[in-house]
């Protein structure tokens, strides 16, 4: 039993990881560029995104069935 769990958390932590790099890019874009630079545009629309996808990623995997 404990190992499913194991399983369980181990999967959350794998689909979380796009999460991180796009909280880094957001961190990146509103620490050290400035709002009309252009690479402020590009990191907030990577850091969105990435976010979207691990959302995404969770919500197919937290929906799935268990078999």
Request: glycine content about 8%; hydrophobic content about 50%.
């Given at each position: 039993?404990?190992?499913?769990?194991?399983?369980?958390?181990?999967?959350?932590?794998?689909?979380?990881?796009p999460?991180?790099?796009?909280?880094?890019?957001?961190?990146?874009?509103?620490?050290?560029?400035?709002?009309?630079?252009?690479?402020?545009?590009?990191?907030?629309?990577?850091?969105?995104?990435?976010?979207?996808?691990?959302?995404?990623?969770?919500?197919?995997?937290?929906?799935?069935?268990?078999?």
């Amino acid at each position: 039993m404990s190992n499913q769990s194991g399983d369980f958390h181990k999967h959350i932590a794998l689909r979380s990881v796009p999460g991180i790099a796009g909280i880094a890019c957001l961190v990146i874009a509103f620490g050290m560029t400035a709002l009309t630079h252009v690479m402020f545009t590009v990191l907030v629309a990577e850091g969105v995104v990435l976010i979207g996808r691990t959302a995404l990623l969770l919500r197919k995997y937290l929906k799935t069935p268990v078999e």
